[in-house]
């Protein structure tokens, strides 16, 4: 008798293990149509991020060695080609024209920036960093990352400048 009873408790335990809480898929065929809402999720674009411009100061001519620059009215197409050049091999690993990159987008400089401080900066860009407000406020907003003294001539830098009126 005892052994039937430590039987009993065995196929007990086993039927509770096993049932009452799985759920049974539906039966299709009973040849009802059976209809489902579906609840979507639709979801936003991405708003596009506008770049706030920072400090706008076109009387700050920076420090280094250009003191004054009148530009002409006229862009010097020759000047700006040899200044896309210079660009193109010295500034575009970190620079893009039209989108920020690991440095600024040079587009519209001329807006924020005056033809002093542009040059200063491409000039001298070390004590730049250190010194000018401006400068200092760009190496936080890119992440600490300094611009790169290219050892640029005074030419070569207008070059770039003339170049930049251009974008």
Not at 91 to 115: D, M, N, T, W
Not at 125 to 138: T, V
Request: aromatic residues 6%; charged residues 30%; glycine residues 6%.
């Amino acid at each position: 008798m005892k052994l039937q009873n430590v039987f009993l408790v065995l196929l007990v335990a086993l039927f509770m293990s096993c049932g009452g809480k799985e759920k049974k898929a539906p039966s299709y065929s009973s040849g009802k149509t059976v209809t489902k809402a579906v609840e979507k999720t639709v979801e936003k674009a991405p708003e596009k991020k506008v770049e706030k411009p920072g400090i706008i100061d076109l009387k700050n001519k920076g420090i280094g060695p250009v003191k004054s620059l009148e530009l002409a009215t006229t862009i010097d197409k020759a000047m700006a080609e040899k200044g896309k050049s210079v660009f193109k091999n010295k500034c575009s690993s970190c620079h893009k024209a039209s989108k920020k990159f690991i440095g600024p987008s040079p587009a519209g400089i001329l807006e924020r920036r005056s033809p002093e401080w542009i040059m200063n900066m491409i000039l001298n860009p070390e004590e730049m960093l250190k010194k000018d407000p401006i400068a200092k406020e760009l190496l936080v907003k890119f992440k600490g990352v300094p611009m790169a003294n290219q050892h640029l001539t005074k030419e070569d830098a207008r070059q770039v400048l003339e170049y930049f009126r251009t974008i």
